[in-house]
């Protein structure tokens, strides 16, 4: 396979634990002035909502501070409204003292879950951020961490390798 497929993922829970992965991966730490970055998993059970909570330490060169996300993960091939339907996300994002919600997604999500976090984005007056990852855009994010690619793309992986003893290029993995 010559591209990132999300058909290499078995399962809702290998796609959370790729996320989660992913945020631990965060190689641009300094690109970003982040110092650090926590992952907590919420692990088995009802999530109530939240699947990871991000805990992002930034340094702008005139004092520290602390960014949280509350991450959820949905792998479905089209996300509906109504799957999102039993989460108050204001309400979460203030239990967990969070600065925004980010919702990652398998494929795409329906008109009606596009037009929910407009809303939330455009009446919310804390400046609570809501965003969604549709498939594609985590795709993209993807390619820029190799570390990720074997385990949970192997078939990409595979190619990645042979393309690299093909053409003799040994920085394809880098």
């Not at 909570?53 to 702008?60: E, K, S």
């Not at 520290?64 to 039993?86: A, G, H, N, P, T």
Request: charged content about 30%.
């Amino acid at each position: 396979m010559n591209k990132i497929d999300f058909s290499e993922i078995q399962d809702w829970e290998q796609f959370e634990n790729l996320v989660a992965e992913y945020f631990n991966e965060t190689r641009d730490l300094e690109d970003n002035n982040l110092t650090e970055v926590f992952v907590e998993p919420v692990g088995k059970g009802p999530d109530g909502g939240r699947d990871i909570l991000l805990t992002f330490r930034i340094n702008d060169s005139i004092l520290s501070f602390e960014r949280r996300w509350i991450v959820q993960c949905k792998f479905y091939d089209i996300l509906k409204k109504s799957s999102l339907d039993r989460i108050n996300i204001p309400t979460l994002i203030e239990e967990y003292r969070a600065d925004g919600y980010l919702l990652i997604c398998k494929n795409s999500v329906t008109n009606g879950v596009s037009t929910t976090f407009e809303n939330l984005r455009n009446n919310c007056r804390r400046n609570y951020k809501y965003v969604i990852w549709n498939g594609s855009t985590f795709v993209k994010k993807l390619y820029k961490t190799n570390g990720l690619h074997e385990h949970y793309f192997p078939d990409f992986f595979d190619y990645k390798m042979q393309r690299a003893k093909l053409t003799g290029i040994n920085d394809i993995l880098t």
